[in-house]
Structures are given as structure tokens and as C-alpha cells.
């Protein structure tokens, strides 16, 4: 028999559970599973004893409301994450009047928030140029009270605040085309389902690491100590990240990358600059390295022909991301994945399920959480009303949160020939900038691609600080198809740093050396 039962006094994840674990002594309750936001517990029990019931909630420090008897748990839609793209796809549809279930098995809030770009941005930003002067125990304490509090602002007062929405917690697994099992003790059936599972950490192979110790940027965010010696495996945006947090913290900092550069998908004079800066903050950076062994106090690797090693009190590896799609059950549905498993959609969204959707990090279009939520609020949105509505992936801003920062829109030199264009280009360095000179920072460059013939720009690239502010302009600039004379056009607050964009479309037809402040 399936009831739900009610419980006041639940404020939290570790209230429900409480809860469960209470109710699972009593023999005749065989499974059960919390809603903390809603008050309820559904449970699968023999018989009911009400007496026993109410005991149990209340020795677990809780109000015992009275149950109802349940037929089925049924769902418009059934989302598999706890993320962005989830949270997207449920609040679109819990305001079109569905009822929808979020079934999440880790802590709501997803990559984003738990493990990704806000705690790293938090730690980012706290410790430039004052790092040494924090302990890292104090700080962790206050990133994670950060993290607490911005779970509960964004996504647990959501649940909270729709009733049509219920969190499940646990594992999913689609056991047919209308059916998940959570847990492997619940059936929840939907008319149609998302998956919006995202992505964990991916450890490449390197020879001898499975016999060292190494952390991903998951288990870093909970050190509560500084490395003396830290080796980064990898030199892409989480990497650089890193590396920048615990140069900052005073860690003696080396990466080594495999490609001939870092931040290898940014335009070439971006990467290389960012180098620059990097090496001159005291990062040990080596690219086009070739890892030959990992024991446990060094990395040895292949650089320039000769053999090297770098010794190191913590290892981290910062090799990309792979999808959360294992273990779910795919295989009943028929839900295909690619070689890499990330799952299979066409530009909707749509899976090769009739009903099943996916959105976000787990189908590896742009692996952010500014898509995310746009995919997962596009599917909710065509499954429900049958658009076939997509993102403009080609004006999507990207940051590395890096000193200085890079940001970047549009098309590359290199990917704009490759299209047919016939591009001309130029680069802005940022002593060009008067307010960059008055911050005493005029680090970077800014690098404007447009189409030769018509003035068209294409892509917009910045290295500097506060670049990932900047950047914005640039995004409405391409997504409004504006010409160099446009961007030249407008009136910008002077003296600002988003004036680089301007001066860098003027330098196509001056020497911006040779004009006044604010002149055209």
C-alpha cells in the first residue's frame, strides 16, 4: 500500500531523511522517500499502524499530520538533475499547470552552484591579492555558508513555492517508456520525461596515476588545506581557475597541458598573452607536454624533447567533463548515446524517445549553465506545446575567470576563413584604454574579427579585466548583425573599460593613438 504521510517542522534535505530513516525501523513500512519542501513522505507499507507512524515522526523530532492512501504516483513530466536545466524545465512547466517531478540524486543545485562556477568565482575573487592573508578552513566554512544560502534562495524556496512540483531523492532508472523507478523501491510514472543529469569530472589516463592519490576540482573545493606544491593536470578553463585560486593562496602552482597552448579553444594571441600573465604571477605553466609517469611525490613528463618532472604535495586533474548517463536505465527506453555517452538529440531537444527529452551538460552542446537553463526551459517547452524552438548557440558569451580575465563571442579568425568568410581583424591592447590606464591595470588585449566586405562583425575577443563584463556589449553587437560603423556609432560612457570594443572597431580605420579622449 502506497500513502503519503505529512510532517511538519521539515526545513531541509536532512530533515526528510531524518524522517525516513525513522519510519524504515518499523517493519511494516518497506520503503519510503522524502518531499522536505511539501511536508510529506510517501511511503510503501504492509499494514498501518497510525500509532506507530506518529511514534516514529515524532521520535525523528517532528509533527506527525496524518497520511492518505495513494493509488499511483503519476507526473506530467519527470525530470531526472537537480540543475539548472532541471530547474528551468520544471518551473516552466509547473506554471503551464503540470504536475512535475524532480528526481535528483547528489544535492539540488548542481554543478553550477555546488561544484562549478560560483564557489570557484567565490574563492576567486576573495583571495586576489589578499589570499595569504586568509586561513583556507575559515574560507571553505564561508564558501560553503555562501552555497547554503544560495541553494535555499534558488532552488529549494522553488519547491517550496509550487505545489505542483515534488522532489524525489535518490537514483533514477527508466524502467519503460512511462516509468521510473527511484531507488530501486519506487515506481513514478510521467507522460514524458527530461533528462537533465549534467556532468562529473573526467580523469584521463596518465601512467601510474591509479596508483597516487589526486583530487578533482569536486574534492579541491573541500580542501581545507593549502598545497604547498600543487601539479594541474590539464590547462583548460577549470584548470587555469585553479591554478589562479592557489597561486593566490600562496601554493607553488605547476601545470602542464598537452596541447601546444592554454585555453587552446581561444583565439591563439588571447592564449598565448594569458601565458604571459600567468608565468609573470608565478604560475609554472608547460605546454605540448607528454605525461611519461605519476608517482607519489612527482609528475615526469616529456617537454620540448627533454625529460622533466615536477614535484608535487597535491595532484589535481582538471581533464575535461564526461556526462552523467550511466546507470539510468537508457537502454529500456532505447535513449541513444554517442561514443563519448552523451545523449543523442536533435536540435529540439528531443531524444530518439517520442517523449523523452534531454537538456544540458548531459547532451555536450555548450557545457554551460547559461544554456543549460535555456535547453532545459526548450524542451520542457516543446514537449508541452509541440514548438520546435532551439538555442542560438553563435552568440553565446564564455568566460575563464582568470587575472585578467578572458571572454569571448562569436567566431574565431581562424573558424570565420573556415566558413568562406574573408575576414580582416584587429588587436586592441588594453594600454589603448584610458580607464585601464587611470586602474593602474591595462593588462590584455581585444581582438575584433569582421567580414572585410561588409564591416559585419563576427566575433568578439577580450582578455582583461573585468572581461566577462565587458563581453555583453559584444553579444548584442552580433546578435544585432552590426557593422564596425555601427559599434562606432554608439555613444559609450567614458572613461569605462567596455570602451575597448569601440576603440578596437575604430582602430580597423584610425590609429587610436592619435585621438582625443572620446573622439570618433
Known amino acids: 500500500m502506497l500513502v503519503k504521510i505529512k510532517i511538519s517542522g521539515m526545513t531541509c534535505p536532512d530533515c526528510a531523511n531524518a524522517n525516513v530513516k525513522s519510519l524504515l525501523q518499523s517493519k511494516a513500512v518497506v520503503s519510503a522517500n522524502g518531499d522536505f519542501a511539501k511536508g510529506v513522505i510517501w511511503a510503501y507499507v504492509t499494514e498501518l499502524k497510525e500509532n506507530d507512524v506518529a511514534a ?26 537537480g540543475g539548472s536545466a532541471a530547474f528551468a524545465a520544471a518551473i516552466y512547466a509547473a506554471e503551464a499547470g503540470k504536475r512535475v517531478a524532480v528526481i535528483e540524486k547528489d544535492i539540488i543545485g548542481g554543478t553550477c552552484l555546488n561544484r562549478g562556477c560560483v564557489p570557484t568565482k567565490h574563492l576567486l575573487d576573495v583571495t586576489a591579492g589578499q589570499g595569504r592573508k586568509y586561513h583556507i578552513s575559515a574560507l571553505i566554512d564561508r564558501k560553503n555558508s555562501l552555497l547554503s544560502e544560495l541553494r535555499q534562495m534558488k532552488y529549494y524556496s522553488i519547491l517550496d513555492s509550487y505545489e505542483n512540483i515534488h522532489s524525489w531523492s535518490g537514483i533514477a532508472e527508466f524502467r519503460d517508456s512511462t516509468s521510473i523507478e527511484v531507488d530501486k523501491n519506487f515506481i513514478i510514472r510521467f507522460t514524458g520525461a527530461i533528462i537533465a543529469t549534467g556532468a562529473r569530472p573526467k580523469i584521463a589516463h596518465f601512467p601510474g596515476l591509479e596508483k597516487v592519490k ?29 591554478a589562479q585560486i592557489y597561486i593566490q593562496l600562496g601554493s607553488e602552482v605547476t601545470v602542464l597541458q598537452r596541447s601546444e597552448r592554454i585555453a587552446p579553444n581561444e583565439e591563439h594571441a588571447i592564449s598565448e598573452k594569458l601565458k604571459e600573465y600567468m608565468l609573470a604571477a608565478g604560475v609554472n605553466i608547460f605546454t605540448g607536454t607528454k605525461v611519461t609517469g605519476i608517482d607519489k611525490k612527482s609528475v615526469y613528463f616529456e617537454h620540448e624533447g627533454a625529460k622533466k618532472e615536477a614535484d608535487y604535495t597535491h595532484l589535481l586533474v582538471a581533464t575535461g567533463r564526461q556526462p552523467n548517463t550511466d546507470g539510468m536505465g537508457l537502454e529500456n527506453v532505447g535513449v541513444a548515446v554517442d561514443e563519448k555517452g552523451f545523449i543523442k538529440v536533435d536540435e529540439f531537444y528531443r531524444t530518439n524517445a517520442e517523449n523523452i527529452y534531454a537538456a544540458g551538460d548531459c547532451i555536450g552542446k555548450e557545457m554551460l549553465v547559461t544554456t543549460a537553463a535555456k535547453e532545459g526551459r526548450l524542451a520542457a517547452r516543446n514537449f508541452l506545446e509541440s514548438t520546435k524552438l532551439t538555442v542560438s548557440y553563435e552568440f553565446v558569451p564564455h568566460a575563464i575567470f582568470t587575472a585578467p580575465e578572458v571572454a569571448s563571442v562569436g567566431l574565431k579568425e581562424a573558424d570565420a576563413i573556415a566558413e568562406g568568410y574573408e575576414v580582416e581583424t584587429r ?94
Open 56 to 81: 516514529a515522526v515524532k521520535s525523528a523530532g517532528y509533527g506527525y499530520e496524518g497520511y492518505e492512501k495513494i493509488e499511483e504516483l503519476s507526473y506530467d513530466i519527470a525530470i531526472v538533475g
Open 214 to 242: 589526486y583530487y578533482t576540482t569536486r574534492e579541491m573545493l573541500q580542501l581545507k588545506e593549502i598545497p604547498k606544491k600543487l601539479v594541474i593536470l590539464g590547462g583548460r578553463a577549470s584548470a587555469l581557475e585553479f
Open 427 to 520: 588587436i586592441l591592447p588594453m594600454s589603448s584604454v584610458p580607464r585601464a590606464l587611470a586602474m593602474l591595470d591595462d593588462r590584455g588585449i581585444v581582438k575584433m574579427v569582421a567580414d572585410k566586405k561588409t564591416h559585419k562583425v563576427l566575433g568578439v575577443h577580450i582578455l582583461a579585466l573585468h572581461a566577462s563584463e565587458i563581453i555583453h556589449q559584444a553579444v548584442l553587437i552580433l546578435r544585432q548583425g552590426m557593422t564596425l560603423e555601427d559599434v562606432i556609432d554608439k555613444l559609450d560612457v567614458y572613461p569605462t573599460l567596455s570602451e575597448a570594443v569601440k576603440l578596437c572597431a575604430l582602430s580597423f580605420f584610425k590609429d587610436v593613438n592619435k585621438l582625443s579622449c572620446c573622439s570618433d
